[in-house]
């Protein structure tokens, strides 16, 4: 499987982005997708994950602001991302797990190349 993040950018504080994450090879419908972000200086971190089903988990620190969804038939997993903060300014990872709301990084077995994401005003 290889993806494909997209949608990264500039934005002002309070603002939204979409990110969106493509997947190409077979299987994709039968994966978990997860989100993860890395800050600078600091660890990469989860955001947040979708099952195959539609289940969806989030890091606390994104629920009500974040939602995850994903659209099989495009393979296809997107981040809709509002109420921005400065500290959301991460390079955003979309990636591929075999178990289903894992938080561990090293779950993850297919990694995408990142989006930047610069919350600022």
């Known amino acids: 499987v290889q993806l494909q993040a997209s949608g990264g950018g500039l934005v002002q504080p309070g603002g939204s982005l979409r990110l969106s994450c493509a997947a190409s090879?077979?299987?994709?419908?039968?994966?978990?997708m997860g989100w993860l972000r890395q800050a600078p200086g600091k660890e990469r971190e989860f955001v947040t994950a979708?099952?195959?089903?539609?289940?969806?988990y989030y890091a606390d620190s994104m629920k009500g602001r974040f939602t995850i969804s994903r659209d099989n038939a495009k393979n296809t997993v997107y981040l809709q991302m509002n109420s921005l903060k400065p500290e959301d300014t991460a390079v955003y990872y979309c990636?591929?797990?075999?178990?289903?709301?894992?938080?561990?990084?090293?779950?993850?077995?297919?990694w995408g190349q990142g989006t930047q994401v610069t919350v600022s005003s």
């Open positions: 990636a591929t797990s075999l178990r289903e709301g894992t938080t561990m990084l090293y779950e993850y077995d297919y």
């Open positions: 979708i099952s195959w089903s539609g289940a969806t």
């Open positions: 090879g077979r299987g994709f419908s039968s994966y978990a």
